[in-house]
């Protein structure tokens, strides 16, 4: 008779969930799978496409050649200095600059994953100022002659680059060529300019059709820089070191600007360090946009997951309460099928999802799985009305779930609240049961 008691009863369950941890650890391992599956599909397509893009703003490199005195130690206390000469850089910053981008994206496919890539059509203008050319030049120590100054661009993946771009300097147009000339700067291309032109401000103009995916990230190394970017994407991510000062995001898609300044960026820094091979900073200045769904079906349903043994409790606790406070008997095989089929709920989702969308899949799991729990408790207990009203409370839970998912911002709060007003209502449920009573009516003993 012992074990029929309420303890023995609770002890069974208890295991009944610990058991249904196996299963719901599985799913979360195939939705991470899912995952690893199309991180690789994204990064197949970026392969064959083209990756993230990173521009820098047009620098001009003014190489020269500089003689120093290196002392050489010839032992016993002797030293001679020797004469020789280096080529050093000036790398110069333009005084203002702005760039206009206009983004369209598209999906690209791999097998059922896809994700967004673009076409960027990039128009810059700006100007470099004589008098800061000027001023580098007479701070020269050793100088012995000036090398072919080149208008450099910065671009992380040069497959980006359509059509052959063409610089406007002055009124002239000049062609670039492949590579940044300067190696520290990474990937890029670099326009030769005549010695002559810098003598007097230069204006200049810049258009370059560039494609990428995932992200666009912009570097402003400029004194002032303002920047505009106009895409058809609908749910932007903006990424960086500086957020845009305004923006607007509509289901057209979205626009921003940017206006940054040497002070904020610390560009003249850079430029320092860049000139001596130290060009690691260059990170610390970028600000973009990034074309990735910030959550996506395979975050939204690990989330979910996370609130799976607390729907399968609340269920087994309505079991319980059920058996206490009815005649009815439900045999531990009840408990885990019911769990069995909360707990299929997430692999349905996962799959349902991955091919019509998370909104979609969701209603349809819950549809499934509410339907199957009233037909076989409708069984169970010979009582529709009472099957009933417990499908109905599981898809409610389902339902608040959704807003949870939904919110990301109260998401936290959302939930700590469903498991307070869950566990509120329980206690209230329960707070004039005699529980010592129960346990020995379900023993069979006679109450005292």
Request: aromatic share 10%; charged share 15%; hydrophobic share 45%.
């Given at each position: 008779m012992f074990r029929n008691t309420l303890f023995i009863k609770c002890v069974t369950i208890a295991t009944l969930i610990l058991l249904l941890l196996i299963p719901l650890t599985m799913i979360r391992g195939i939705v991470f799978e899912r995952n690893e599956y199309r991180e690789s599909a994204v990064w197949d397509i970026a392969d064959s496409w083209t990756g993230a893009q990173t521009l820098f703003a047009p620098l001009i490199r003014l190489p020269y050649e500089q003689r120093y005195t290196e002392t050489l130690n010839k032992g016993r206390g002797e030293s001679v200095n020797l004469e020789k000469t280096r080529t050093a850089y000036y790398l110069i910053l333009a005084h203002e600059f702005e760039i206009d981008t206009k983004?369209?994206?598209?999906?690209?496919?791999?097998?059922?994953?896809?994700?967004?890539?673009?076409?960027?059509?990039?128009?810059?203008?700006?100007?470099?100022?004589?008098?800061?050319?000027?001023?580098?030049?007479?701070?020269?120590?050793?100088?012995?002659?000036?090398?072919?100054?080149?208008?450099?661009?910065?671009?992380?993946?040069?497959?980006?680059?359509?059509?052959?771009?063409?610089?406007?300097?002055?009124?002239?147009?000049?062609?670039?060529?492949?590579?940044?000339?300067y190696a520290k700067l990474g990937n890029g291309i670099h326009a030769p300019l005549p010695e002559a032109a810098l003598s007097r401000d230069l204006p200049f103009t810049l258009s370059l059709t560039?494609?990428?995916?995932?992200?666009?990230?912009?570097?402003?190394?400029?004194?002032?820089?303002?920047?505009?970017?106009?895409?058809?994407?609908?749910?932007?991510?903006?990424?960086?070191?500086?957020?845009?000062?305004?923006?607007?995001?509509?289901?057209?898609?979205?626009?921003?600007?940017?206006?940054?300044?040497?002070?904020?960026?610390?560009?003249?820094?850079?430029?320092?360090?860049?000139?001596?091979?130290?060009?690691?900073?260059?990170?610390?200045?970028?600000?973009g946009v990034s074309f990735i769904e910030t959550v996506d079906v395979y975050t939204q349903t690990d989330r979910a997951t996370k609130y799976a043994i607390l729907f399968i409790l609340l269920t087994f606790v309505a079991f319980l309460l059920t058996e206490t406070l009815t005649d009815r008997r439900l045999h531990p095989v009840h408990y885990l099928l019911v769990g069995a089929a909360l707990s299929i709920?997430?692999?349905?989702?996962?799959?349902?999802?991955?091919?019509?969308?998370?909104?979609?899949?969701?209603?349809?799991?819950?549809?499934?799985?509410?339907?199957?729990?009233?037909?076989?408790?409708?069984?169970?207990?010979?009582?529709?009305?009472?099957?009933?009203?417990?499908?109905?409370?599981?898809?409610?839970?389902?339902?608040?779930?959704?807003?949870?998912?939904?919110?990301?911002?109260?998401?936290?709060?959302?939930?700590?609240?469903?498991?307070?007003?869950?566990?509120?209502?329980?206690?209230?449920?329960?707070?004039?049961?005699?529980?010592?009573?129960?346990s020995m009516r379900l023993s069979g003993r006679p109450p005292s």
């Amino acid at each position: 008779m012992f074990r029929n008691t309420l303890f023995i009863k609770c002890v069974t369950i208890a295991t009944l969930i610990l058991l249904l941890l196996i299963p719901l650890t599985m799913i979360r391992g195939i939705v991470f799978e899912r995952n690893e599956y199309r991180e690789s599909a994204v990064w197949d397509i970026a392969d064959s496409w083209t990756g993230a893009q990173t521009l820098f703003a047009p620098l001009i490199r003014l190489p020269y050649e500089q003689r120093y005195t290196e002392t050489l130690n010839k032992g016993r206390g002797e030293s001679v200095n020797l004469e020789k000469t280096r080529t050093a850089y000036y790398l110069i910053l333009a005084h203002e600059f702005e760039i206009d981008t206009k983004v369209a994206t598209q999906l690209r496919k791999r097998g059922i994953y896809s994700t967004p890539v673009y076409d960027a059509q990039v128009n810059m203008s700006g100007e470099f100022l004589a008098r800061d050319i000027a001023r580098l030049k007479a701070s020269t120590k050793g100088f012995v002659r000036w090398g072919t100054p080149n208008l450099i661009l910065g671009v992380a993946d040069l497959r980006g680059i359509g059509a052959k771009p063409s610089l406007d300097l002055q009124g002239q147009t000049y062609a670039f060529e492949p590579g940044t000339s300067y190696a520290k700067l990474g990937n890029g291309i670099h326009a030769p300019l005549p010695e002559a032109a810098l003598s007097r401000d230069l204006p200049f103009t810049l258009s370059l059709t560039l494609r990428g995916s995932q992200q666009l990230h912009l570097i402003p190394t400029a004194a002032d820089a303002r920047i505009h970017m106009q895409s058809d994407w609908q749910h932007p991510k903006f990424v960086g070191r500086f957020l845009p000062g305004t923006r607007s995001i509509t289901d057209e898609g979205f626009t921003a600007e940017w206006s940054v300044s040497a002070f904020s960026t610390g560009a003249n820094d850079f430029v320092l360090a860049c000139q001596t091979g130290n060009c690691s900073g260059r990170n610390a200045m970028s600000l973009g946009v990034s074309f990735i769904e910030t959550v996506d079906v395979y975050t939204q349903t690990d989330r979910a997951t996370k609130y799976a043994i607390l729907f399968i409790l609340l269920t087994f606790v309505a079991f319980l309460l059920t058996e206490t406070l009815t005649d009815r008997r439900l045999h531990p095989v009840h408990y885990l099928l019911v769990g069995a089929a909360l707990s299929i709920f997430y692999l349905l989702l996962i799959s349902l999802a991955e091919h019509t969308g998370f909104a979609m899949a969701y209603c349809s799991a819950t549809a499934a799985c509410t339907a199957l729990i009233w037909f076989y408790l409708k069984g169970v207990f010979g009582d529709t009305r009472l099957a009933a009203i417990y499908a109905g409370a599981i898809a409610a839970l389902y339902a608040t779930l959704y807003m949870i998912l939904r919110s990301e911002d109260f998401a936290l709060l959302m939930g700590s609240l469903l498991l307070f007003g869950a566990l509120a209502l329980i206690m209230l449920s329960t707070r004039r049961l005699d529980w010592h009573r129960i346990s020995m009516r379900l023993s069979g003993r006679p109450p005292s």
